[in-house]
């Protein structure tokens, strides 16, 4: 599981990486400001929650493997799913009902972060 998480993480932060050069090369005019800002906020919180995927994972590996851990980890990776692929999604289609998936992906990033504390309190 903690390559898993290490693996995910890594993908993720080049996909966010990717998806930064493709807003501000390729997205920059023909977005509006707002639908662009939308966009460059999910690549912000990916790359960030990328690298927490990492974290999650490496701490993983030098802990013991605990249940609060992998869910930490879990929930990260659907936090980036939910959480920036809505921010995407809205901001390429316009579609601004996209905007309700948003923050249940952001409480998955605030659960994460919390379980990866008790999963290292616990230890």
């Known amino acids: 599981m903690t390559r898993f998480l290490q693996c995910s993480g890594a993908i993720s932060a080049a996909l966010a990486v990717a998806a930064g050069a493709f807003a501000a090369h390729g997205l920059k005019t023909r ?3 707002d639908m662009l ?3 460059q906020t999910g ?3 990916q790359f ?3 690298l927490g995927l990492i974290l999650v994972g490496l701490i ?3 802990l013991k493997p605990s249940k609060p851990l992998k869910a930490a980890g ?3 990776l659907a936090g980036i799913l939910l959480f920036s692929g809505s921010l995407y999604a809205l ?4 579609i601004r009902a996209l905007g309700i998936v948003t923050p249940f992906g952001g ?3 605030m659960v994460a972060w919390m379980l990866l504390a008790v999963g290292i309190l616990r230890q």
């Open 48 to 50: 960030y929650h990328s």
């Open 60 to 62: 993983a590996n030098s």
């Open 31 to 33: 977005l509006a400001a």
């Open 74 to 76: 879990l929930l990260m």
């Open 91 to 94: 901001s390429m289609t316009g």
């Open 107 to 109: 409480v998955a990033f």
């Open 43 to 45: 690549v912000q919180y």
């Open 37 to 39: 800002a939308a966009f």
